[in-house]
Protein backbone atom coordinates (compact mmCIF):
# COMPACT_ATOMS: atom_id res chain seq x y z
CA UNK A 1 0.00 0.00 0.00
CA UNK A 2 0.99 4.02 -0.66
CA UNK A 3 1.63 6.09 2.36
CA UNK A 4 -0.13 9.14 0.05
CA UNK A 5 0.21 11.10 3.37
CA UNK A 6 3.97 11.39 2.77
CA UNK A 7 5.10 13.56 0.04
CA UNK A 8 8.50 15.37 -0.75
CA UNK A 9 7.62 17.56 -3.90
CA UNK A 10 5.90 20.88 -4.26
CA UNK A 11 2.75 20.30 -5.48
CA UNK A 12 2.27 22.89 -8.41
CA UNK A 13 1.61 26.07 -7.09
CA UNK A 14 -2.34 27.11 -7.34
CA UNK A 15 -2.37 29.62 -10.52
CA UNK A 16 -1.87 33.11 -8.31
CA UNK A 17 -5.22 34.82 -8.56
CA UNK A 18 -7.04 32.45 -11.21
CA UNK A 19 -9.65 34.60 -12.54
CA UNK A 20 -13.40 33.69 -13.19
CA UNK A 21 -14.17 33.41 -16.87
CA UNK A 22 -17.84 34.35 -16.10
CA UNK A 23 -19.15 36.45 -13.72
CA UNK A 24 -21.98 36.14 -12.35
CA UNK A 25 -24.86 38.53 -12.01
CA UNK A 26 -28.61 38.80 -11.64
CA UNK A 27 -29.75 40.74 -14.75
CA UNK A 28 -33.30 42.72 -14.46
CA UNK A 29 -35.45 41.24 -17.17
CA UNK A 30 -38.78 43.25 -16.91
CA UNK A 31 -40.34 44.48 -20.54
CA UNK A 32 -36.55 43.42 -22.00
CA UNK A 33 -36.88 41.87 -25.31
CA UNK A 34 -35.16 38.26 -24.86
CA UNK A 35 -34.87 36.01 -28.05
CA UNK A 36 -34.98 32.40 -28.37
CA UNK A 37 -33.97 31.19 -31.82
CA UNK A 38 -35.18 27.37 -32.37
CA UNK A 39 -38.70 25.62 -31.66
CA UNK A 40 -37.01 22.18 -30.39
CA UNK A 41 -36.25 20.19 -27.12
CA UNK A 42 -32.58 22.99 -26.73
CA UNK A 43 -35.48 26.05 -26.84
CA UNK A 44 -38.12 24.74 -24.55
CA UNK A 45 -35.57 24.02 -21.61
CA UNK A 46 -34.10 27.59 -21.80
CA UNK A 47 -37.68 28.87 -22.08
CA UNK A 48 -39.23 26.89 -19.40
CA UNK A 49 -36.28 29.14 -16.96
CA UNK A 50 -37.18 32.25 -19.17
CA UNK A 51 -41.08 32.10 -18.39
CA UNK A 52 -40.46 32.73 -14.56
CA UNK A 53 -39.50 36.05 -15.42
CA UNK A 54 -41.60 39.48 -16.97
CA UNK A 55 -39.12 39.50 -19.90
CA UNK A 56 -41.03 39.98 -23.47
CA UNK A 57 -40.01 36.59 -24.97
CA UNK A 58 -39.75 35.85 -28.50
CA UNK A 59 -39.70 32.57 -30.02
CA UNK A 60 -38.30 32.44 -33.94
CA UNK A 61 -38.00 29.47 -35.90
CA UNK A 62 -39.28 27.43 -38.79
CA UNK A 63 -41.34 25.26 -36.55
CA UNK A 64 -42.60 25.03 -33.23
CA UNK A 65 -42.86 22.14 -30.82
CA UNK A 66 -46.99 22.24 -29.33
CA UNK A 67 -45.61 23.16 -26.47
CA UNK A 68 -43.97 25.85 -27.58
CA UNK A 69 -47.10 26.83 -29.60
CA UNK A 70 -49.48 26.12 -25.96
CA UNK A 71 -46.80 29.23 -24.91
CA UNK A 72 -47.89 31.17 -27.68
CA UNK A 73 -51.80 31.31 -27.52
CA UNK A 74 -51.49 31.59 -23.67
CA UNK A 75 -50.13 34.86 -24.39
CA UNK A 76 -46.97 34.20 -22.69
CA UNK A 77 -44.50 34.68 -25.56
CA UNK A 78 -44.61 35.58 -29.26
CA UNK A 79 -43.93 33.06 -31.92
CA UNK A 80 -42.55 33.54 -35.49
CA UNK A 81 -42.32 30.92 -37.92
CA UNK A 82 -39.08 31.87 -40.09
CA UNK A 83 -36.04 32.12 -40.43
CA UNK A 84 -34.43 34.83 -38.03
CA UNK A 85 -33.68 38.44 -39.57
CA UNK A 86 -31.68 40.69 -38.05
CA UNK A 87 -34.35 42.70 -36.95
CA UNK A 88 -35.71 40.05 -34.59
CA UNK A 89 -32.76 40.63 -32.63
CA UNK A 90 -32.62 44.25 -32.88
CA UNK A 91 -32.82 46.00 -28.95
CA UNK A 92 -32.65 42.13 -27.24
CA UNK A 93 -31.03 42.01 -24.08
CA UNK A 94 -30.53 38.28 -24.67
CA UNK A 95 -30.25 35.94 -27.40
CA UNK A 96 -30.61 32.58 -27.48
CA UNK A 97 -29.11 30.26 -30.42
CA UNK A 98 -30.92 27.04 -29.93
CA UNK A 99 -31.32 25.64 -33.41
CA UNK A 100 -28.72 22.54 -32.21
CA UNK A 101 -27.07 23.17 -35.51
CA UNK A 102 -24.12 24.47 -35.74
CA UNK A 103 -24.13 26.04 -38.81
CA UNK A 104 -27.59 27.89 -38.30
CA UNK A 105 -26.09 28.75 -34.73
CA UNK A 106 -23.33 30.22 -35.68
CA UNK A 107 -25.63 32.40 -38.12
CA UNK A 108 -27.49 33.72 -35.45
CA UNK A 109 -24.37 34.36 -33.85
CA UNK A 110 -23.13 36.89 -36.39
CA UNK A 111 -26.62 38.32 -35.89
CA UNK A 112 -27.01 39.03 -32.24
CA UNK A 113 -23.21 40.13 -32.71
CA UNK A 114 -24.63 42.71 -35.10
CA UNK A 115 -27.51 43.60 -33.10
CA UNK A 116 -25.34 44.19 -30.10
CA UNK A 117 -27.16 41.64 -27.79
CA UNK A 118 -25.64 39.43 -25.60
CA UNK A 119 -25.29 35.63 -26.87
CA UNK A 120 -25.95 32.28 -25.84
CA UNK A 121 -25.28 29.31 -28.43
CA UNK A 122 -26.89 26.35 -26.58
CA UNK A 123 -24.30 23.59 -25.45
CA UNK A 124 -21.56 25.62 -26.73
CA UNK A 125 -19.61 27.39 -24.27
CA UNK A 126 -16.69 28.57 -26.25
CA UNK A 127 -18.80 30.98 -27.88
CA UNK A 128 -20.85 31.97 -25.74
CA UNK A 129 -21.13 35.16 -24.22
CA UNK A 130 -23.09 34.06 -21.46
CA UNK A 131 -24.34 30.90 -19.73
CA UNK A 132 -27.18 29.78 -18.09
CA UNK A 133 -26.50 29.14 -14.60
CA UNK A 134 -28.25 25.64 -13.03
CA UNK A 135 -31.18 27.50 -10.53
CA UNK A 136 -32.61 26.90 -7.68
CA UNK A 137 -35.45 29.19 -7.72
CA UNK A 138 -36.85 29.56 -3.81
CA UNK A 139 -38.06 32.93 -5.49
CA UNK A 140 -37.23 36.29 -4.57
CA UNK A 141 -34.49 33.86 -3.06
CA UNK A 142 -32.37 32.62 -6.28
CA UNK A 143 -29.47 30.22 -6.24
CA UNK A 144 -27.23 30.16 -9.39
CA UNK A 145 -24.44 27.65 -9.49
CA UNK A 146 -22.00 27.81 -11.83
CA UNK A 147 -18.85 25.59 -12.84
CA UNK A 148 -17.56 27.45 -15.78
CA UNK A 149 -18.64 24.21 -17.72
CA UNK A 150 -15.77 22.57 -15.85
CA UNK A 151 -18.72 19.59 -13.76
CA UNK A 152 -22.22 20.02 -14.78
CA UNK A 153 -22.60 16.78 -12.81
CA UNK A 154 -21.60 18.51 -9.92
CA UNK A 155 -23.38 21.43 -10.40
CA UNK A 156 -26.72 19.11 -10.41
CA UNK A 157 -25.20 17.67 -7.19
CA UNK A 158 -25.36 20.68 -5.71
CA UNK A 159 -28.51 22.31 -7.05
CA UNK A 160 -29.74 18.61 -5.78
CA UNK A 161 -28.37 19.32 -2.28
CA UNK A 162 -29.70 22.58 -2.07
CA UNK A 163 -32.84 21.74 -3.17
CA UNK A 164 -32.76 19.50 0.37
CA UNK A 165 -31.65 21.98 2.45
CA UNK A 166 -33.66 24.78 2.00
CA UNK A 167 -36.99 25.17 3.10
CA UNK A 168 -39.90 24.44 0.35
CA UNK A 169 -41.67 27.99 1.63
CA UNK A 170 -38.41 29.89 1.76
CA UNK A 171 -40.09 32.35 -0.65
CA UNK A 172 -42.69 32.77 1.06
CA UNK A 173 -40.42 33.57 4.09
CA UNK A 174 -38.34 35.99 2.84
CA UNK A 175 -41.69 37.68 0.56
CA UNK A 176 -43.45 38.34 4.15
CA UNK A 177 -39.88 39.13 5.32
CA UNK A 178 -39.17 41.76 2.78
CA UNK A 179 -42.68 43.57 4.31
CA UNK A 180 -41.36 43.66 7.61
CA UNK A 181 -37.89 45.15 6.60
CA UNK A 182 -38.95 48.77 8.02
CA UNK A 183 -40.51 47.85 11.40
CA UNK A 184 -37.37 45.36 11.99
CA UNK A 185 -35.32 48.93 11.92
CA UNK A 186 -36.22 49.33 15.59
CA UNK A 187 -33.85 47.07 16.34
CA UNK A 188 -30.58 48.72 16.37
CA UNK A 189 -28.71 48.06 13.44
CA UNK A 190 -25.68 45.07 13.44
CA UNK A 191 -25.56 42.16 15.80
CA UNK A 192 -29.20 42.94 16.74
CA UNK A 193 -31.12 43.24 13.85
CA UNK A 194 -29.22 40.06 12.40
CA UNK A 195 -29.97 38.00 15.63
CA UNK A 196 -33.33 38.52 14.80
CA UNK A 197 -33.59 37.66 11.22
CA UNK A 198 -31.61 34.37 12.39
CA UNK A 199 -33.90 33.94 14.78
CA UNK A 200 -36.81 34.38 11.90
CA UNK A 201 -35.29 32.45 9.19
CA UNK A 202 -33.68 29.44 11.91
CA UNK A 203 -36.45 28.44 13.77
CA UNK A 204 -39.79 30.51 13.93
CA UNK A 205 -40.33 31.20 10.30
CA UNK A 206 -40.53 27.50 9.38
CA UNK A 207 -42.33 26.19 12.53
CA UNK A 208 -45.14 29.03 10.98
CA UNK A 209 -45.04 28.69 7.62
CA UNK A 210 -47.51 25.80 7.49
CA UNK A 211 -50.52 28.34 8.23
CA UNK A 212 -49.48 31.15 5.43
CA UNK A 213 -48.72 34.75 5.46
CA UNK A 214 -50.64 35.69 8.06
CA UNK A 215 -49.09 33.46 10.83
CA UNK A 216 -45.85 34.44 9.38
CA UNK A 217 -46.47 38.04 9.95
CA UNK A 218 -47.61 37.32 13.32
CA UNK A 219 -44.92 35.58 14.21
CA UNK A 220 -42.44 38.80 13.06
CA UNK A 221 -44.93 40.89 15.27
CA UNK A 222 -43.73 38.75 18.44
CA UNK A 223 -40.39 38.12 17.94
CA UNK A 224 -39.86 41.74 17.39
CA UNK A 225 -41.27 42.52 20.14
CA UNK A 226 -38.79 39.72 21.97
CA UNK A 227 -35.98 41.32 20.28
CA UNK A 228 -37.23 44.88 21.85
CA UNK A 229 -37.02 43.54 24.85
CA UNK A 230 -33.97 41.84 24.83
CA UNK A 231 -30.95 43.13 27.02
CA UNK A 232 -27.80 44.34 25.11
CA UNK A 233 -25.46 41.40 24.37
CA UNK A 234 -21.74 41.36 26.21
CA UNK A 235 -18.98 41.47 23.52
CA UNK A 236 -16.77 38.15 23.85
CA UNK A 237 -13.65 37.07 22.85
CA UNK A 238 -13.24 33.35 21.26
CA UNK A 239 -9.19 32.30 21.23
CA UNK A 240 -9.62 30.14 18.26
CA UNK A 241 -6.54 27.46 16.86
CA UNK A 242 -7.48 27.27 13.31
CA UNK A 243 -4.71 24.36 12.99
CA UNK A 244 -2.30 24.06 10.26
CA UNK A 245 -4.00 25.23 7.32
CA UNK A 246 -6.40 23.13 5.63
CA UNK A 247 -9.76 24.37 6.22
CA UNK A 248 -10.92 20.30 7.10
CA UNK A 249 -8.43 20.37 10.09
CA UNK A 250 -10.84 23.28 11.81
CA UNK A 251 -12.50 21.71 14.49
CA UNK A 252 -16.45 21.93 13.99
CA UNK A 253 -16.52 24.50 17.07
CA UNK A 254 -14.10 26.84 14.89
CA UNK A 255 -16.11 27.11 12.31
CA UNK A 256 -19.35 27.55 13.91
CA UNK A 257 -17.49 30.78 15.78
CA UNK A 258 -15.79 32.38 12.31
CA UNK A 259 -19.52 31.67 11.11
CA UNK A 260 -21.19 33.51 13.81
CA UNK A 261 -17.72 35.99 14.41
CA UNK A 262 -18.11 40.39 13.96
CA UNK A 263 -14.76 40.97 14.05
CA UNK A 264 -12.25 38.26 13.04
CA UNK A 265 -7.95 39.50 14.37
CA UNK A 266 -6.42 36.87 12.84
CA UNK A 267 -2.63 35.62 12.23
CA UNK A 268 -0.63 35.73 8.81
CA UNK A 269 -0.45 32.09 9.43
CA UNK A 270 -4.63 31.82 9.13
CA UNK A 271 -5.03 31.14 5.21
CA UNK A 272 -7.99 33.02 3.42
CA UNK A 273 -9.62 29.59 2.56
CA UNK A 274 -10.43 29.74 6.42
CA UNK A 275 -10.72 33.29 6.65
CA UNK A 276 -13.37 33.14 3.96
CA UNK A 277 -15.64 31.33 6.59
CA UNK A 278 -16.79 34.42 8.33
CA UNK A 279 -19.47 36.51 7.03
CA UNK A 280 -18.97 38.43 3.92
CA UNK A 281 -20.17 41.87 6.51
CA UNK A 282 -17.56 40.40 9.45
CA UNK A 283 -14.66 42.63 10.30
CA UNK A 284 -11.81 40.83 9.04
CA UNK A 285 -8.29 42.38 10.80
CA UNK A 286 -5.02 40.90 10.14
CA UNK A 287 -2.69 41.39 12.79
CA UNK A 288 -0.05 38.72 11.60
CA UNK A 289 3.24 38.67 13.20
CA UNK A 290 5.92 37.60 10.47
CA UNK A 291 9.12 36.91 11.96
CA UNK A 292 12.01 38.73 11.28
CA UNK A 293 9.42 41.12 9.06
CA UNK A 294 7.31 44.31 10.03
CA UNK A 295 4.42 42.80 12.43
CA UNK A 296 1.54 43.93 14.59
CA UNK A 297 2.74 44.97 18.20
CA UNK A 298 1.35 43.02 20.79
CA UNK A 299 0.00 45.68 22.60
CA UNK A 300 -1.82 46.84 19.47
CA UNK A 301 -3.07 43.53 19.23
CA UNK A 302 -4.54 43.79 23.36
CA UNK A 303 -5.63 47.01 22.58
CA UNK A 304 -7.66 45.61 19.42
CA UNK A 305 -9.06 42.75 20.82
CA UNK A 306 -10.55 45.25 23.92
CA UNK A 307 -11.86 47.88 21.76
CA UNK A 308 -13.82 45.57 19.48
CA UNK A 309 -15.46 43.35 22.10
CA UNK A 310 -16.19 46.54 24.35
CA UNK A 311 -18.85 47.40 21.14
CA UNK A 312 -20.31 44.19 21.93
CA UNK A 313 -18.81 42.82 19.56
CA UNK A 314 -18.71 38.82 19.21
CA UNK A 315 -14.71 38.31 18.12
CA UNK A 316 -13.04 35.40 17.22
CA UNK A 317 -9.18 35.68 17.77
CA UNK A 318 -8.02 33.04 15.44
CA UNK A 319 -3.87 31.87 15.46
CA UNK A 320 -2.66 29.14 13.42
CA UNK A 321 -2.21 25.67 14.69
CA UNK A 322 -3.28 25.49 18.16
CA UNK A 323 -3.98 29.03 20.30
CA UNK A 324 -2.05 27.72 23.43
CA UNK A 325 0.96 26.29 21.49
CA UNK A 326 3.75 29.37 20.62
CA UNK A 327 0.67 32.17 20.58
CA UNK A 328 1.31 33.95 23.70
CA UNK A 329 -2.63 33.92 24.70
CA UNK A 330 -2.08 34.39 28.13
CA UNK A 331 -0.67 37.90 27.70
CA UNK A 332 -3.71 38.43 25.71
CA UNK A 333 -6.20 36.76 28.10
CA UNK A 334 -4.77 38.80 30.57
CA UNK A 335 -5.56 42.15 29.29
CA UNK A 336 -9.18 41.04 28.88
CA UNK A 337 -9.32 39.96 32.42
CA UNK A 338 -8.31 43.27 33.54
CA UNK A 339 -10.73 44.71 31.45
CA UNK A 340 -14.08 42.58 32.23
CA UNK A 341 -14.26 40.77 29.40
CA UNK A 342 -15.41 37.45 29.10
CA UNK A 343 -13.83 34.69 26.83
CA UNK A 344 -13.37 30.83 25.99
CA UNK A 345 -10.69 29.41 24.45
CA UNK A 346 -10.77 26.73 21.59
CA UNK A 347 -8.18 24.17 20.43
CA UNK A 348 -6.99 23.71 17.24
CA UNK A 349 -4.21 21.04 15.86
CA UNK A 350 -1.18 22.09 16.10
CA UNK A 351 2.00 22.33 13.77
CA UNK A 352 3.90 19.76 15.90
CA UNK A 353 1.24 17.13 14.98
CA UNK A 354 0.31 17.99 11.41
CA UNK A 355 3.83 17.44 10.91
CA UNK A 356 4.41 14.34 12.62
CA UNK A 357 1.14 13.45 10.98
CA UNK A 358 3.06 14.34 7.45
CA UNK A 359 5.50 12.10 8.34
CA UNK A 360 3.16 8.72 9.40
CA UNK A 361 4.85 9.08 13.56
CA UNK A 362 4.43 9.16 16.49
CA UNK A 363 5.84 12.22 18.36
CA UNK A 364 5.80 9.78 21.78
CA UNK A 365 6.92 5.70 21.78
CA UNK A 366 6.79 3.36 24.50
CA UNK A 367 10.97 2.33 25.15
CA UNK A 368 11.56 5.61 22.92
CA UNK A 369 10.63 8.92 24.55
CA UNK A 370 8.26 9.28 27.34
CA UNK A 371 8.26 12.92 27.16
CA UNK A 372 7.82 15.41 24.01
CA UNK A 373 9.62 18.68 24.27
CA UNK A 374 7.66 21.62 22.16
CA UNK A 375 10.61 23.95 21.40
CA UNK A 376 10.91 27.64 19.82
CA UNK A 377 14.02 28.16 17.67
CA UNK A 378 13.94 31.97 18.85
CA UNK A 379 12.20 34.03 21.41
CA UNK A 380 12.70 37.45 22.94
CA UNK A 381 16.37 37.36 23.68
CA UNK A 382 17.22 35.67 20.21
CA UNK A 383 17.48 32.39 19.46
CA UNK A 384 16.64 30.41 22.26
CA UNK A 385 18.90 28.52 24.32
CA UNK A 386 17.59 25.05 25.87
CA UNK A 387 18.48 22.32 27.72
CA UNK A 388 20.59 21.01 25.21
CA UNK A 389 22.17 17.93 27.19
CA UNK A 390 18.45 16.71 28.10
CA UNK A 391 17.89 17.15 23.91
CA UNK A 392 20.55 14.87 23.13
CA UNK A 393 19.84 11.48 24.83
CA UNK A 394 19.04 9.37 22.96
CA UNK A 395 15.45 8.46 21.54
CA UNK A 396 14.84 12.29 22.41
CA UNK A 397 12.33 13.70 20.35
CA UNK A 398 11.56 17.75 19.76
CA UNK A 399 9.38 19.67 18.04
CA UNK A 400 10.79 22.70 17.09
CA UNK A 401 9.01 25.72 15.97
CA UNK A 402 9.91 29.05 14.62
CA UNK A 403 13.43 26.97 13.86
CA UNK A 404 14.26 27.64 10.42
CA UNK A 405 16.11 30.64 10.81
CA UNK A 406 17.88 28.62 14.14
CA UNK A 407 18.69 25.95 11.77
CA UNK A 408 22.78 25.98 11.86
CA UNK A 409 22.72 27.21 15.86
CA UNK A 410 20.34 24.58 16.93
CA UNK A 411 22.90 22.06 14.97
CA UNK A 412 25.81 23.58 17.01
CA UNK A 413 24.39 23.32 20.17
CA UNK A 414 23.45 19.73 20.30
CA UNK A 415 26.58 18.73 18.39
CA UNK A 416 28.79 21.10 20.88
CA UNK A 417 26.51 19.00 24.07
CA UNK A 418 27.53 15.43 22.37
CA UNK A 419 24.41 15.12 20.15
CA UNK A 420 25.07 11.97 18.10
CA UNK A 421 25.49 12.94 14.35
CA UNK A 422 23.33 10.38 13.12
CA UNK A 423 20.42 11.55 15.29
CA UNK A 424 17.51 11.62 12.95
CA UNK A 425 16.30 15.75 12.02
CA UNK A 426 13.29 16.06 9.58
CA UNK A 427 11.80 19.41 8.63
CA UNK A 428 8.34 19.52 7.41
CA UNK A 429 7.38 22.82 6.11
CA UNK A 430 3.58 23.55 5.15
CA UNK A 431 2.25 20.55 7.53
CA UNK A 432 -1.10 19.67 6.53
CA UNK A 433 -1.48 21.87 3.23
CA UNK A 434 -1.66 20.95 0.06
CA UNK A 435 2.06 22.23 -0.72
CA UNK A 436 3.15 20.52 2.64
CA UNK A 437 6.92 19.52 1.80
CA UNK A 438 9.25 16.58 4.18
CA UNK A 439 12.64 17.03 3.99
CA UNK A 440 14.53 13.79 5.98
CA UNK A 441 18.02 14.99 7.75
CA UNK A 442 20.32 14.29 10.33
CA UNK A 443 22.31 16.16 12.75
CA UNK A 444 24.93 16.29 10.66
CA UNK A 445 23.93 17.56 7.60
CA UNK A 446 20.81 19.60 9.03
CA UNK A 447 21.86 23.27 8.40
CA UNK A 448 23.00 22.33 4.82
CA UNK A 449 20.06 20.49 4.00
CA UNK A 450 17.63 22.84 5.21
CA UNK A 451 19.66 25.26 2.73
CA UNK A 452 19.72 23.07 -0.13
CA UNK A 453 15.57 22.94 0.36
CA UNK A 454 14.79 26.41 0.49
CA UNK A 455 11.65 25.55 1.78
CA UNK A 456 9.33 28.43 1.84
CA UNK A 457 6.17 29.17 3.95
CA UNK A 458 6.02 27.54 7.77
CA UNK A 459 8.42 25.11 8.99
CA UNK A 460 8.57 22.64 11.88
CA UNK A 461 11.90 20.89 12.91
CA UNK A 462 11.25 17.24 14.10
CA UNK A 463 14.70 16.12 15.91
CA UNK A 464 14.53 12.42 16.77
CA UNK A 465 12.04 11.21 14.02
CA UNK A 466 12.67 10.03 10.56
CA UNK A 467 9.87 9.52 7.95
CA UNK A 468 8.39 6.13 7.98
CA UNK A 469 9.12 5.79 4.25
CA UNK A 470 12.20 7.78 2.69
CA UNK A 471 10.26 10.47 0.51
CA UNK A 472 11.83 9.79 -2.02
CA UNK A 473 10.16 6.21 -2.45
CA UNK A 474 6.71 8.62 -3.15
CA UNK A 475 5.11 9.89 -5.93
CA UNK A 476 4.07 13.01 -5.64
CA UNK A 477 -0.09 13.68 -5.27
CA UNK A 478 -1.59 15.71 -8.25
CA UNK A 479 -4.46 17.03 -6.69
CA UNK A 480 -6.05 18.15 -3.20
CA UNK A 481 -8.98 16.31 -1.73
CA UNK A 482 -11.32 19.62 -3.19
CA UNK A 483 -10.18 18.84 -6.83
CA UNK A 484 -10.66 15.05 -6.68
CA UNK A 485 -13.88 15.81 -5.58
CA UNK A 486 -14.55 17.68 -8.81
CA UNK A 487 -13.13 15.08 -11.10
CA UNK A 488 -14.87 12.31 -9.36
CA UNK A 489 -18.32 13.78 -10.16
CA UNK A 490 -17.42 14.13 -13.84
N1 LIG B 1 0.20 28.30 17.41
C1 LIG B 1 0.94 27.67 16.35
C2 LIG B 1 2.42 28.00 16.41
C3 LIG B 1 2.71 29.44 16.12
S1 LIG B 1 4.42 29.77 16.09
C4 LIG B 1 0.70 26.16 16.41
O1 LIG B 1 0.16 25.66 17.38
O2 LIG B 1 1.04 25.49 15.45
C5 LIG B 1 4.77 29.75 14.37
C6 LIG B 1 5.51 28.47 14.00
O3 LIG B 1 4.60 27.39 13.95
C7 LIG B 1 6.12 28.50 12.62
O4 LIG B 1 7.36 29.15 12.63
C8 LIG B 1 6.27 27.02 12.35
O5 LIG B 1 7.37 26.50 13.02
C9 LIG B 1 5.04 26.45 13.00
N2 LIG B 1 3.93 26.21 12.06
C10 LIG B 1 2.73 26.77 12.06
N3 LIG B 1 1.95 26.28 11.10
C11 LIG B 1 2.69 25.35 10.45
C12 LIG B 1 2.46 24.47 9.36
N4 LIG B 1 1.31 24.44 8.71
N5 LIG B 1 3.47 23.65 9.00
C13 LIG B 1 4.64 23.65 9.63
N6 LIG B 1 4.91 24.46 10.66
C14 LIG B 1 3.96 25.30 11.07
Known amino acids: ?54 ADIHVIAQEAASE ?41 AALAKQAGALLNIVDNLQDSEFITPA ?16 APVLARKIKADLEERLHPQLGMMARVAKGFRKLAEALPHGRPRRDFWTAYYGKAAPRAVDGGESALRDTLDGLLDQHLNREKRDGFVSFVGAGPGDPELLTLKARKLLHEADVVIHDALVPQQILELARREALLVDVGKRGFAPSTRQDDINALLVEHAQTGAQVVRIKGGDSVVFARLDEEAEVLDAAGIDYAVVPGITAASAAAAAIGKSLTRRGRNSELRLLTGHDVAGFAEQDWRALTRPGQVAAIYMGKKAARFLQGRLLMHGGAVDTPVTFVANAGRPDQTIVASTLANMASDLDDAALSGPAITLLGLTPRTLPQDLPAPEHTTHELFEIAAE
Open 68 to 108: IVKWADEGRLTLTLRDVTLADLQGAALVYAAEEDATRDADI
Open 1 to 54: MRNNFLYTHQLKPKQKGRQMQHFPIFLALEHRKVVVCGGDEAAIAKLRLILKTT
Open 135 to 150: IVDRDPVTVAIGTEGA
